[in-house]
């Protein structure tokens, strides 16, 4: 079955920094690849998704980038504010499989 | 007006005992999902329902139990509660297959004695 790696799990940078986080997937049949923010105590929620025919694709201040060749995705959040402290979530899916691996999740922590 | 709704929201019970928890969607979605949540945070798929049929079922033990009266509700129950079943569960749904965005659900966090 699919494996999702992300690294690192914990991300400190200071606000209006930059953030990166890189997640490697095994089966070559996975498509599509969203990432979810979850902050504390609250539900994962969608902030962008990529799919396998697209190499990278932006969102106002995030970006993902997808290399399909060497199976790994990254999340871009750039110009950090306080309000991006959370935690990150990649994830995989394919139709084959009918369901998302994720990734064990980076913390995010934007400081003043 | 809420999308994915679940409850209750927490739930405290003994070893031992049976619990359900119910979850509802009114977004007119076809396929519904069951997560787990542990305490390092790890996120991980249990079921999938799609229009009431059971499409995922990933080596749960057998005393989980969901139920999919309609494709709006699916429910989990968990017989025997054990102290390792403690977790926050994530019901979800999405329009059809898994490349659509999922829409999770507030969380019930289990928590057994």
């Known amino acids: 079955g699919e494996n999702v790696e992300q690294h690192p799990s914990t991300l400190s940078v200071q606000e209006g920094d930059s953030a990166v986080i890189k997640c490697t997937y095994s089966?070559?049949?996975?498509?599509?690849f969203p990432w979810y923010k979850q902050e504390l105590g609250k539900r994962p929620q969608l902030i962008i998704d990529?799919?396998?025919?697209?190499g990278e694709k932006k969102d106002q201040r995030i970006a993902v980038t997808l290399n399909k060749t060497a199976k790994h995705f990254s999340l871009h959040i750039t110009e950090t504010q306080p309000e991006d402290s959370a935690v990150y979530f990649c994830?995989?899916?394919?139709?084959?499989?009918?369901?998302?691996?994720f990734g064990t999740g980076t913390r995010l922590q934007v400081t003043l | 007006d809420t999308a994915v709704s679940q409850t209750p929201k927490y739930l405290v019970t003994q070893m031992g005992n049976d619990k359900s928890i119910k979850c509802e969607q009114n977004?007119?979605?076809?396929?519904m999902y069951w997560y787990k949540q542990d305490s390092k945070k790890f996120l991980k798929i249990m079921f999938s329902?799609?229009?009431?049929?059971?499409?995922i079922n990933e080596t749960v033990p057998n005393r989980f139990s969901p139920k999919s009266p309609d494709k709006a509700h699916l429910n989990l129950h968990i017989n025997s509660l054990e102290l390792g079943d403690s977790a926050v569960y994530f019901c979800?749904?999405?329009?059809?297959?898994?490349?659509?965005?999922?829409?999770f659900g507030p969380g019930t966090r289990l928590t057994v004695l």
């Open positions: 329902y799609n229009n009431k049929e059971l499409i």
């Open positions: 977004l007119g979605h076809d396929t």
């Open positions: 990529i799919r396998s025919n697209v």
């Open positions: 979800a749904s999405s329009v059809t297959s898994v490349k659509d965005t999922q829409y």
């Open positions: 089966d070559s049949a996975s498509n599509y």
């Open positions: 994830a995989a899916g394919s139709g084959t499989a009918s369901k998302l691996t």
